[in-house]
């Protein structure tokens, strides 16, 4: 896909998650629609995977830390033919596999997640055994910026640098914003950047919105050899849905008939104009 | 009298079968002195992976690793090891159903006089509750040998226990069958039955060879496995023999005792009286100093029998 079609696709899976938070009236919306972009790219263009053997050895592992967002990832899943699409009908319905973590009796799934500051441990793991055995693939491990209050991702990633894992990407979907507020007033967390450089990670900065710079930081890992990655993801949170963007009230809001009217004629004209502008070029 | 510790038995076990089977790694959390992992971290660099003093980390890291086709041994003080990474034992481990082993090594009142926050006994109480997670504690240096070379083969999240220093054997040698879930019948009897688990299956048994000197048949069972109990023996034993005393070096909340009155109670009652540590801090010490302080002894527990069935004690 080039980064047109790429970007139509994000907007696609906003549509398709909205719709699915919508009818269950329960979901993560805010976080989800922050980190479609950087599923996107990492589903569509980036990851080495093959839905048609979610377990062959050599794929890139993709984890969740930030488990509650798993609304993107379950329209990424489905999309790519992980499991019928049909079944994303059944999300956060009585008995379910389709709940609102992400659950490895679903292909494509990894690992249970769900509570915060799980991830980045669970990502080393792979990371070392990758190493430890030759084998060619990467992690991808995405946390939420409200996570990073949790030690446990400190441990870790003393750790992932501690053992030079530079298949290992963290990836951290800053948005700025959690369920109380502003994370720099529930709990600081700046300078974050300088943070994960001092624990001995790569660290780069892109718009985490922004596909075509996801894509670039994504394609030059490991820009230093023997450090982890630390890709800082800016994103909004609310993101492609205008009266949603920024919104803390959106981290778990659910949609109502006429927003969910609204925000998907927006994304439809959002994947409008995307399509015009390909014919253009 | 045996010089060898259990934590030791365990390393050189996996040492042995370690060589044949390259999966198998060690994790220790600054811990490989004190889980007398030393050796093997020497041995096998590439199988050894050192976390530094992180209990959360070590847990999640190898839930990563097993996920990744290895067979990973966490070794790490029990105290900490069940309780500060309790939630990534209960999501990275059995809610994902990965095939970590935790060996919580100097388990139960192994640290005597360092009081409660190095003491672990509510370990089995937090471990129980938690779905499809096993929970082993091996009574002897013959049984931990048996139990190591049967985690390697067990595909799933196990909790193990051991205590710091050696134990006197209970077993004569190795050559015993050994399975998870179910327990072992160390003493035949009649008139009551006594439990024990881990390291407290010495006193038990040493209980019922002092009873059998005063004429009462007192059955002895070795329940090493607490999760998944056989339940099978206990209600045999409820039956048979119609009275239980238990024994562990656990908090009598959620242990052993426990599990064994709420598989009575529900399918055939008779009385029970659990011995362990009461529900306060326990009190500091060697561990038989520890031990008579609560009655955790072959005298206690002879007395209580005798009380049991009615006999006027002679102790």
Redesign the interface.
């Known amino acids: 896909m080039d980064i047109q079609e790429l970007k139509v696709k994000a907007a696609q899976i906003r549509m398709e998650l909205l719709t699915i938070i919508h009818r269950a009236q329960t979901g993560h919306t805010g976080g989800s629609l922050s980190n479609t972009d950087i599923l996107t790219a990492l589903y569509y263009d980036v990851m080495n995977i093959d839905p048609a053997r979610p377990q062959w050895e050599d794929r890139d592992r993709f984890i969740a830390s930030k488990g509650h967002s798993v609304e993107s990832l379950w329209c990424v899943l489905a999309d790519l033919g992980f499991f019928p699409k049909e079944e994303l009908e059944t999300y956060s319905q009585f008995g379910t596999r389709l709940i609102g973590h992400p659950n490895?009796k679903v292909p494509g799934i990894?690992?249970?997640?769900?509570?915060l500051?799980?991830g980045?441990?669970?990502?080393?793991?792979?990371?070392?055994?990758?190493k430890?055995?030759n084998r060619p693939y990467r992690v991808f491990c995405l946390m939420g910026d409200g996570e990073q209050a949790e030690?446990?991702n400190w441990?870790?990633a003393?750790?992932g640098s501690?053992y030079k894992l530079d298949n290992l990407v963290g990836i951290i979907d800053r948005n700025r914003l959690q369920i109380s507020g502003s994370t720099e007033e529930v709990m600081g967390l700046e300078p974050l950047e300088e943070k994960w450089a001092a624990f001995g990670w790569n660290v780069v900065a892109v718009d985490g919105n922004d596909i075509e710079q996801l894509l670039q930081a994504f394609h030059a890992v490991p820009e230093a050899s023997g450090k982890p990655t630390l890709i800082m993801a800016n994103t909004i949170k609310g993101k492609g849905v205008s009266f949603a963007e920024n919104v803390p009230a959106w981290h778990h809001h659910v949609l109502n008939d006429e927003e969910l009217k609204l925000a998907l004629a927006e994304l439809q004209g959002t994947i409008q104009q995307l399509t015009q502008e390909g014919q253009v070029h | 009298m045996n010089k060898i510790p259990n934590r030791q038995v365990i390393c050189d076990t996996l040492l042995d079968l370690a060589r044949d089977d390259r999966d198998i790694m060690v994790l220790a959390s600054d811990s490989r002195g004190s889980a007398a992992m030393a050796p093997f971290a020497n041995t096998f660099p590439e199988q050894f992976v050192e976390v530094g003093i992180a209990e959360q980390n070590i847990v999640g890291m190898s839930a990563g690793l097993a996920h990744s086709g290895k067979k990973p041994f966490v070794t790490s003080p029990a105290c900490f090891l069940s309780m500060r990474s309790i939630e990534q034992v209960k999501v990275d481990v059995a809610y994902s159903r990965t095939n970590v082993k935790l060996i919580g090594i100097s388990g139960g009142i192994s640290y005597g006089a360092l009081g409660m926050s190095h003491h672990s006994v509510q370990d089995i109480a937090v471990a129980r509750a938690i779905p499809g997670l096993a929970i082993i504690l091996p009574a002897d240096r013959h049984e931990t040998k048996k139990l190591t070379e049967a985690l390697v083969k067990y595909n799933g999240g196990v909790y193990v226990r051991i205590g710091r220093n050696p134990v006197e054997d209970v077993y004569e040698s190795d050559d015993y069958s050994f399975e998870i879930g179910k327990a072992v019948t160390l003493k035949k009897g009649t008139e009551l039955t006594i439990i024990g688990t881990g390291e407290t299956v010495r006193i038990a048994l040493d209980a019922a060879n002092a009873l059998a000197d005063e004429g009462v048949s007192a059955r002895v069972l070795n329940m090493h496995t607490i999760k998944p109990l056989d339940k099978e023996a206990i209600l045999m034993a409820a039956r048979e023999t119609g009275r239980i005393i238990t024994v562990e070096e656990h908090s009598i909340h959620g242990g052993l005792g426990a599990a064994v009155a709420e598989v009575v109670v529900q399918n055939h009652p008779v009385p029970i009286k659990i011995l362990g540590i009461p529900d306060e801090p326990a009190i500091a010490g060697k561990t038989a100093e520890v031990f008579e302080h609560y009655g955790i002894t072959q005298q206690n527990i002879k007395q209580i029998a005798l009380d049991m069935i009615g006999k006027a004690g002679t102790v």
């Open positions: 490895n990894e690992m249970n997640t769900g509570a500051g799980h980045l441990p669970i990502s080393v793991g792979m990371a070392l055994a990758a430890r055995d030690g446990s441990e870790a003393m750790a501690h």
